[in-house]
């Protein structure tokens, strides 16, 4: 996708003037940005924006770089699950695309559309996989396919505020599964954190070094895996003692049973993206209200 628009392809997209979109930039209807030349540009992440929360829709994706029927079918996320499913089983690129697209510009929230629509998807496969009638190479191909997908989703989020609080967050050492700590970096991100995702397979020390570092209000632990449970219990419970009263702690993740839970703290413990979300709007708050005391 192209990061930057002029007036006229956003006018081409939506099938709308040029006259008319100058003016909405100039009436700060759509945040513009300048050149020096003093031409102007729109991000696209701002575009969609505006689509998201005015009538007008696009018509011609591809200017945009988007799949050519983005935004011209109605997804009922009930029924994307279940698309997004036979989609990623055959590898379709383009399809899975189309459906988280034309999910985000319906207004669905990206944590709904991880919770609903991506871990469903990844729970029946893995289903198909125990009954044979799917490969684990279907699996891990859907891993990237939709990882690509959300990095590009990545570019449709507008820039959190300048005064946003911090986050960052990972997977620790022996734990490659990546995917579910980018859901969280973009689902906090689109409640206007400033969310960093370090990554996964992260030695303790390397995450206590960037929380040392950084001193970020929330530091989420996504938990896919452990190889060692005694060891995690140690190490991470170190991480805890040493930021926890200072940073809020927030875990979850399936390898996190419950006899590991009890031995662990944390500011919360999140069975899904959308309980991860409130618990982040919450602390939003909270910190916004201190901040103007």
Known sequence: MNEFLTPKQVARAIQASESSVKRWCDKGIIPT???????????????????????????????????????????VIDRAASQLTE???????????????????????ISSICDLVFAKAFATIGDRWKCGDAEV?????????????????????????????????GAAEGDQYSMATTMVELVLRDIKWNAVSL????????????????????????????????????????????FGLDVAFVVGGRALHEPIRQQIQYAAFCDNIRHLEAFAQTLLSATGKQSTT
């Open 199 to 242: 990554g996964a397979n992260l030695p303790f020390e390397t995450l206590a070094a960037a929380i040392k570092q950084h001193r970020p209000k929330l530091f989420w632990l996504s938990v896919s895996h452990i190889p060692d449970e005694t060891q995690f219990i140690r190490e991470y419970s170190e991480l805890y003692d040493e």
């Open 33 to 75: 940005i300048y050149t020096a030349g003093g031409h102007r540009r729109i991000a696209i992440s701002d575009l969609i924006e505006f689509l998201r929360s005015s009538k007008h829709e696009i018509v011609r994706p591809e200017v945009l770089g988007l799949p050519a029927t983005t935004g011209q079918t109605i997804r």
């Open 87 to 109: 989609a990623l089983l055959l590898g379709d690129e383009e399809q899975c695309r189309q459906i988280v697209l034309d999910l985000y510009l319906a207004e669905h929230s």
């Open 137 to 169: 190479y279907q699996e891990r191909r859907g891993c990237e396919l939709i990882l690509r997908v959300l990095h590009e989703l990545r570019t449709l989020i507008p820039t959190h505020p300048a005064e946003a609080p911090l986050a960052i967050g």
